[in-house]
């Protein structure tokens, strides 16, 4: 079978209507319906292969299955070189939140210093995907023993008025002030956040239960 085929027959159709909820910038007739840890193992099985080799080459797809096959395809990849080099070519044909998150290369962990530098070229993308991914590899990889204050203003200086970007850039703040209150919450308190993105920054750091109830009433303090 191809690659695709073997997707159609993994379908679940209640779940491909499920699915299209959660991703409406996703025709849902492009939903074939596999579900994630069927699409995980298609791809640990597949990594290695020729097929595999190909089928990352063969863009745009046709199916939003087949893009989420190929974020984990991608994030399989143990080159870190190679792995940019495809995810570059890949991020161009994101356009969904859901097949941009699944996104996370496994080498990126062991290559941080070389990161760094490609952050910063993925947050100035004008292409919503894109920087969101470039955001997310920050909130991933550099807000824990490899944090620098200096990473927090990176988020800061984005200005979009893309909401999956700014729903990214709140998720990294409300994950900052969970890993590193001290350096975040002066970000929140001098309102160097767009509004919206400020509140629901404040919003999703309320929700979390690593916040603590006089964080969460202080963060209260500070809607705008």
């Not at 699915?19 to 939903?31: A, D, N, R, Y």
Request: charged letters at 25%; proline letters at 4%.
């Amino acid at each position: 079978m191809t690659i695709q085929e073997e997707l159609f027959a993994l379908q679940d159709t209640e779940y491909a209507a499920f699915q299209s909820k959660l991703t409406p910038t996703v025709p849902s007739e492009s939903i074939i319906g596999v579900r994630v840890p069927q699409l995980r193992k298609l791809a640990k099985r597949l990594s290695k292969t020729k097929e595999a080799q190909k089928f990352l080459l063969a863009l745009p797809h046709n199916y939003y299955d087949e893009n989420m096959l190929h974020s984990l395809l991608i994030s399989e990849i143990k080159d870190f070189d190679t792995c940019v080099l495809a995810t570059d070519a890949f991020l161009p044909f994101v356009d969904n939140w859901a097949v941009c998150d699944i996104l996370s290369p496994r080498v990126f962990k062991k290559t941080r210093a070389r990161l760094t530098s490609e952050i910063l070229r993925w947050t100035a993308s004008i292409h919503t995907y894109t920087c969101r991914f470039g955001i997310e590899m920050l909130m991933t990889h550099f807000l824990d023993d490899d944090f620098e204050p200096k990473y927090l203003e990176i988020p800061s200086q984005i200005h979009s008025d893309e909401y999956y970007v700014n729903m990214m850039v709140a998720w990294f703040f409300a994950t900052a002030l969970v890993k590193q209150w001290d350096f975040t919450i002066p970000y929140l308190e001098t309102e160097k956040l767009d509004t919206w993105t400020h509140n629901k920054t404040i919003q999703k750091a309320r929700e979390s239960y690593r916040i603590t109830k006089e964080q969460k009433l202080y963060l209260k303090s500070l809607k705008r």
